[in-house]
Every structure is written in structure tokens, then in C-alpha cells.
């Protein structure tokens, strides 16, 4: 009894279907995975240091916190207009699109798309299979809908920490989510796309524009409501970007207007600063991941490591005899095995964790099935709160640098954990309203932000560079009328 009662505070406010819980294992004031407001705010004002010391031009180095310029310099403004590709590389698909803006309709259309699998070998092999393997995809791609022929321009989702030196040169700085492909790593990953399609030598592509997932997000949120200047992915991983003043932007010249920030947030706790709201959960799975030491953040909140933390609370209790009169199953002893998306099927009700139970070889009664939905539900909520709390210093930094008394924005959010748990979006909602009090906060679902984002951000940077293209013909027009005058141009 003891040992159940460290992982569930009395403080934590209980859903009534829990009570029979209660009455069988009473919780203490040791709270493992609650978090108080106070310890959040704490959290919020640790990560309000590390985002100052990402955008630093001296400290950018040693920051755990990245805050990578992506040099998207405007939100859309309903002008934009056109046919784009779109290729989106996250996880174990990759996904080709043919994506429409029409400018008349203020419409973005998916007009086709589709699936390409990534084999495992492939994300753990050489570099050059895996652009070989997207140049192909694209291919095909080009063929079966009709478009070869056409040079397009392209929106490049790649959703890895990456360090953008300009709007088509992205260096990957470290593989995560389970790829470890070899020479890539330190590259430009679009100068390794054209490669590989100019190595197949039966078509071509526009200009590019590399796209993070977060800003995608942004970008097809911010075409429908255009005080969306944020943009949030809760799913396999987790990451925000957001519109910061240039001014403060220090390792990009310029001090006039904003520019897209990629915070990668996911690797806020890497210098250890949150050693101190880990859990041994959280420090067994980092262990046991292909990147130990790194995006300690992302380990505590996203869909790839939530089902893990799970399992191994499960495993404890169980070893401690507090569940399943302390007997285990093979499945529940295998890492990876006690799936994310068990969790929000567990919370969503009382039959399902039981079914799953049953499904991971356990044998559990009423109980058991209650215990195991209060983990799944602790953890979960754990994960949403400190979402919460790096939101709510990223809307609080907003409004400070606009000197406002009332920031009004919205935030562009995408991810499976985001969309289908039942109660997650409602519990961050709530606590960034508790954290950022004079913020009103609009969150908008993203409708495919790596597909029609990235499209929209080269729309948005076509139309910035024909803008600048005009201006620049005007002022030769303005040279040339003032010398014919006389006039030194």
C-alpha cells in the first residue's frame, strides 16, 4: 500500500468512477507525477530562461532549448495563390501531396495524395536508400496523377530538430523518432533530396521551401484565421513554433519585422533542469531509448513514450503485488508493447481496459481495471499540464513583446495524442488559462498542416519574393527615370 499511495496525491482531484480505488488503496500527500500550479509556473519560468538563452547569439550553442530560425518571415494573407507539391517525412510513412490554393475562394485544396511506407532497415540504414526511397515515392507520384512534365515548387515537411540557414537549406542536427540513418546527419537535407532526384534524371522540381510540421501547422491555420501565429504538434514527438520579433531573433540579421521560430522544445530538460519532476519511470525510458540524454521534455509528454511510462508503473505495482495479485504477463514485461493509444481507449471507458488487459495476458478484476485507468489517466493528464505550462510561456513571451495588457491569438495544433485522447485538449486548454491569465487563446485543429502547410509556406514565400522582386524593379524604374534627369541615382 505504501508504494501505490507515492503515485497519487490527495491533492489530485478524482473522477467519482475512481472511488472504489480509493477505498482500496488510499492516497497520500506524495505526489509522483502531480503537478501543483505553483511547480508548473515553475517549469514555465525555467523554460522562459531557456528560450532567451536559445535565441541568444553566443548561448544558441549550449541552449537545450534550440529556438531555430526558419526564415518564414509572414503568415499567409489570403493572396496567395497556385499548384504545389508537398512531401512529408515524420515517422514511418512518408506522404506525397498535390496540394491547390485558390486565391478566389480562399480555399486550400488537397487535390491528391499519397502513402509510401518507410521499412524499418531503412530508417536505421544509409542516408542515400532513404532519399532514393522519397525521390521514387515522388515519382510515382508525379506519374499516376498526371504531372510530369510540370516543375512545381515544393513544401518539404521534415519533421527533425534541423538548423534552417535559409528558407531551402536545412542542416539536420540529430535524427530522432526512431531513425539513425547515416549521412545525414550535419547535411543539408534538401541539398539530399535534389540529389537523389536529379540522380533518377526523368524529372525536376521548383524552389523548395523546408517546412518543420509546428510551422505547417501555423501556416494552414493561419490561412483560415489569420491571428494564428503559433503552431503546436502533441502526437508522436512534441514541438512549437511561434512568431517572435526580429529584433530579438539575435542570429539572423535584421531588426525589422517577425520571423517563424522553431523552439524545439521537446529537448527542455537535456542540461537536467528538470531532474527535479522526473519520475524513475521517466528516467527508465530514457534509458532504454536510442537517444539517452536528449529531448528529456518530449520523453515526459508524447505519444511515443506515454505508453511506455504506463507499462512501466504497471510493472511496478504488479511487482509489488498491489495488481493482478502480483502476477505479470510476457506482454506486459515486453517493452513497447503497452501501446499509447491504450491509453486514451482506457480512459474513453471502463470496458476497454478490460479488453486490453485481457489482450496483454493479464488476469484482473474490477479493481485491477480502475487502478490501471487512474495510471493511464495520471499520466496523461501529467503530460497535458505540461504542455500547458511551455504554451503558456510561449503566449506570455507574445505578449510581452508586444507591451499589450491582452494578447489575443490563436494556436494552430496537430497530433494524435492531441486529437484522440479523450480528455487531454480540455485539460491543457485549462491550464494555460490558469498559467497565462491575460491571454485569450483560440486553439484551431490543423487540417493537415505538413501537407497543405507546407504548401502554404512556399506560397507565402513566393508571394514575399515577388514582392520583393516588384520593389526592387520599381527602385531601378526610379534610378533610371531620376538619372535621365540629371539626377545622381
Not at 43 to 57: F, H, I, M, N
Not at 97 to 116: A, G, P
Not at 177 to 206: M, N, P, T
Request: hydrophobic share 35%; proline share 4%; charged share 25%.
Amino acid at each position: 500500500l505504501p508504494v501505490l499511495s507515492q503515485f497519487f496525491p490527495s491533492s489530485l482531484p478524482l473522477p467519482s468512477q475512481f472511488s472504489p480505488v480509493l477505498s482500496h488503496f488510499p492516497p497520500s500527500s506524495l505526489p509522483r507525477f502531480h503537478l501543483s500550479l505553483e511547480r508548473l509556473q515553475d517549469v514555465s519560468a525555467r523554460l522562459k530562461k531557456d528560450l532567451v538563452r536559445g535565441l541568444g547569439k553566443h548561448s544558441h550553442q549550449r541552449a537545450p532549448v534550440k529556438m531555430l530560425p526558419t526564415f518564414v518571415r509572414a503568415t499567409p494573407d489570403g493572396t496567395e495563390n497556385g499548384d504545389f507539391l508537398a512531401l512529408d517525412l515524420g515517422g514511418t510513412n512518408f506522404r506525397v501531396l498535390h496540394v491547390r490554393v485558390v486565391e478566389e475562394e480562399q480555399r486550400v485544396l488537397k487535390m491528391d495524395s499519397q502513402i509510401c511506407a518507410i521499412p524499418q532497415e531503412m530508417m536505421l540504414g544509409p542516408g542515400e536508400e532513404l532519399f532514393n526511397h522519397i525521390a521514387a515515392c515522388l515519382g510515382d507520384f508525379l506519374v499516376s496523377r498526371g504531372l510530369k512534365g510540370q516543375t512545381l515548387p515544393l513544401g518539404f515537411t521534415f519533421s527533425f530538430p534541423c538548423e534552417q540557414k535559409e528558407i531551402d537549406k536545412s542542416i539536420l542536427i540529430r535524427w530522432t523518432k526512431g531513425f539513425r540513418c547515416s549521412g545525414v546527419e550535419g547535411q543539408d537535407v534538401v541539398k539530399l533530396l535534389r540529389e537523389a532526384i536529379h540522380r533518377r534524371r526523368d524529372y525536376d522540381i521548383g524552389s523548395v521551401a523546408m517546412v518543420n510540421d509546428t510551422v505547417g501547422t501555423m501556416m494552414s491555420c493561419g490561412y483560415r484565421d489569420r491571428s494564428c501565429e503559433i503552431g503546436m504538434i502533441i502526437g508522436t514527438g512534441t514541438n512549437a513554433c511561434y512568431m517572435e520579433e526580429m529584433r530579438n531573433v539575435k542570429r539572423v540579421e535584421g531588426e525589422d519585422g517577425r520571423m517563424c521560430v522553431n523552439t524545439e522544445w521537446g529537448g527542455f530538460g537535456d542540461d537536467g533542469s528538470l531532474k527535479d519532476i522526473q519520475t524513475e519511470f521517466d528516467v527508465m525510458v530514457d534509458q532504454m531509448s536510442i537517444n539517452t540524454g536528449v529531448h528529456t521534455f518530449e520523453k515526459m509528454i508524447s505519444g511515443m513514450y506515454l505508453g511506455e511510462i504506463v507499462r512501466l508503473l504497471l510493472v511496478k505495482l504488479t511487482e509489488d503485488k498491489l495488481l493482478f495479485d502480483g502476477q505479470t504477463s510476457e506482454t506486459l514485461l515486453t517493452p513497447g508493447k503497452f501501446e499509447t493509444k491504450f491509453i486514451s481507449e482506457i480512459e474513453d471507458g471502463l470496458e476497454n481496459a478490460q479488453n486490453i488487459l485481457t489482450e496483454l495476458g493479464l488476469k484482473w478484476d474490477d479493481v485491477d481495471s480502475r487502478v490501471v485507468r487512474l495510471c493511464c489517466d495520471t499520466v496523461s493528464s501529467r503530460s497535458a499540464r505540461l504542455c500547458a505550462a511551455a504554451l503558456a510561456t510561449v503566449v506570455n513571451r507574445i505578449r510581452t513583446n508586444r507591451n499589450v495588457d491582452r494578447l489575443k491569438t490563436t494556436v494552430g495544433v496537430d497530433g494524435t495524442v492531441y486529437r484522440k485522447h479523450p480528455n487531454f485538449s480540455e485539460e491543457l486548454q485549462a491550464t494555460v488559462r490558469l498559467l497565462a491569465p491575460k491571454c485569450d487563446i483560440t486553439f484551431l485543429v490543423s487540417e493537415d498542416g505538413s501537407g497543405k502547410g507546407a504548401a502554404m509556406v512556399t506560397a507565402v514565400a513566393q508571394r514575399l519574393a515577388l514582392q520583393s522582386r516588384l520593389l526592387e524593379d520599381s527602385d531601378a524604374c526610379v534610378c533610371t527615370k531620376n538619372s535621365g534627369r540629371g539626377v545622381k541615382p
